[in-house]
């Protein structure tokens, strides 16, 4: 039998490629192509709130990423459609024998598009060796909003990020220009770990990016906006802050609970759809199932 974490060296590698295509027709957003390769699908369209937003939920049945692992998920948003994409679960990323695994994503929104990039946290093991990408590209009146949580090692069964090693990169852009662009290197038992200049000890992270409408560099959507999103706190305390960057707000927590920073950024999501996306929030299902 294969044991879970899939650790072995001799197992073969997961080479997986998902590429969606959104098309907005006739007052609703339609899920009109999904090529897969490999473990990485979406089930159907779902429509929990009407047929102009499309939520789709990816799948990965491996349920982790192992050492040599490449997936790519890749999503094309049409003139006006608005797509919703979650996930049922946490992500994980397991131990490497020595080979790094990699995850690519690529977002690109037509002129009124909207998407909103929901996963649940990802989970990287003790020894993982991982490097995750993210690039979004924006028409000038496209709009996105997304997340992502980190979390090192397993703290519910004492494990600490001691070995190992995570590349990230996220770039977002509007008409070619840059919005957003970070690159960060996080290696298993670094002193920046525990220092104050870096993780300080915790062992969560996150960030959510969502774009601000463009040319409103002023208060009529800006500074109260900011306000209502300083006003919210995560409900365990942790360190927390919300800027307003021109084009693009930002919201970063940094503790040690992954169901705090989740709930945290699903309330700055109900304060924010309703100005950004016109419309309530309203949680997706499998988020309780």
Partial sequence: MIPLDRTLQDIAHWEAELALEYEFRDEATCLTGRRHRGPLRVQKA???????????????PPSGIAGGDQLRIAANLGPQAHAQITTPGAGKWYRSGGAEAAQ?????????????????????????CARMQTHIELAADSRYLGWEILCLGRRASGEQFASGNIGLHTRIERDGQPLWLERGQIRGGDALLHSPAGWAGATVCGSLL????????????????????????????????????PGLLVARYLGQHSEAARQWFAALWQELRPVLFGRAAVLPRIWTT
Avoid at 104 to 128: H, N, R, Y
Wanted: net charge negative; aromatic share 6%.
């Fill in 104 to 128: 690519t994503i690529t977002f690109k929104l037509a002129a009124g598009a909207c998407l909103e990039w929901l996963p649940q946290e990802t989970i990287v093991f003790d020894g993982a």
């Fill in 210 to 245: 969502a774009t601000l409408p463009p040319g409103d560099e002023g208060s009529h959507t800006r500074q109260p906006l900011l306000a209502a999103c300083r006003a919210i706190r995560p409900t365990d305390g942790a360190e927390h802050g919300v800027t307003a960057l």
């Fill in 46 to 60: 779902l429509y929990p709130e009407g047929r102009a937003v499309c939520q789709t939920v990816l799948l990965h």
